[in-house]
């Protein structure tokens, strides 16, 4: 069956999806609904149908989607609309602005039968698809310790996603993602949640944040986002008693360094001259991590995991459930955790306490 999709909200996201979306089957976009008279005329320029008003959209029974590209204050009231119209809806992240205000859209579009799809598109990043697989095939070992991280120096941008009341913000905008993937990856409760938003450039909403979450089967993560470094950090680092990994930016530049026996107290390594002092304990390996060569027999630099990945299967799994009843790849569930988990995350900067978060299985 081909889908008759309209667009609410034609700036940068909107059009982003128009130009991804004319590639996939079985939809259309049809039309376009935005309160700037400058984004109508861009939607009009693609040759897109612009309605006066999101009623006018929603009155079209030509129309079987909506897709949500607005601010985030308005995705609730604008999802709603849409359902009890009867349409199916795609909707940007974060899905709302807070978990009571998810838990009611998603009860609607159960309610109405309706599909109501978040696109959680990071989640087809090739940095986090490729992590997951060291993760899930235990490449260097079991890993234990994982960082997550996206850093910038541009602080945030100078719109609504400035302004608290608007959903602004690195927590809805970054920790959405971040938080998603590791709940995702790790498939564990969380039992404790330890966070730190950042304020350093003075503004209503957090510049940046630091989480840390220790799950009930010992994995310990740290999810860092920060707009104020201009040096960054890798945007992953993994480790095991085995092995260490890094994606360090969005081109896949990274290592996987393997250490093929066990380690044990009888260490061979020689005290070397450390600053003021001496160590053994912190003596390097022979690595030459430039030349990506190892010179200890021990140790073995491993390819970094490259995963095919499509982000037009999000619009195809919403378009599957729409037609047949698919289940959902981001599902409602997975949508409320990562939510609530963001929500601990402010509970526990609030507080200053470490928040616990999910019961572990008896």
Known sequence: MDHRLVIVGYGTMGVTHFEKLADVDGVEVVGAVDIDPAREHYAAEDGLHVYPDLEAALADDGVDFVFVCTPNDSHRSIAEAALR?????????????????LAAVTSLAVA?????????????DEDYLSIKHLYDDETIGRIG??????HGSRGIPGDWRARKAQGGGMLLDW?????????????????????????????????????YLTFANGVEALVDVSTTNYIPLPKWLVQSVRGTATIDDWQMNGKVLFHAETLDEEDDAEPIAAGAGMT???????????????????????????????????????????????????????????????????????????????????
């Open 280 to 362: 053994k304990t912190m003596a390097p390996r022979k690595v030459d991590f430039k030349a990506l060569v190892a010179n200890d027999p021990a140790v073995e630099f491993l390819p970094l995991p490259r995963v095919d990945t499509d982000v037009k299967g999000f619009y195809r799994n919403a378009l599957a459930a729409a037609d047949g009843g698919a289940p959902l790849l981001v599902a409602h569930a997975e949508l409320l955790r990562t939510m609530r988990l963001l929500e601990a995350i402010e509970e526990s900067h609030r507080t200053g306490q470490v928040v616990a978060f999910e019961p572990a299985a008896p």
């Open 145 to 150: 310790y994982i960082e997550t991280r996206v």
């Open 85 to 101: 119209a009867g349409k199916h809806v795609m909707c940007e992240k974060p899905a709302m602005l807070d978990s009571e205000e």
């Open 112 to 124: 109405t039968g309706r599909v109501f799809a978040v696109h959680q598109n990071r989640r087809w």
């Open 175 to 211: 920790g959405v993602h971040l938080v998603d993937r590791l709940l995702l990856m790790v498939d564990s409760p969380v039992v404790g949640v330890y966070g730190r938003l950042s304020f350093v450039l003075g503004k209503e909403v957090e510049d940046g944040f630091k989480a």
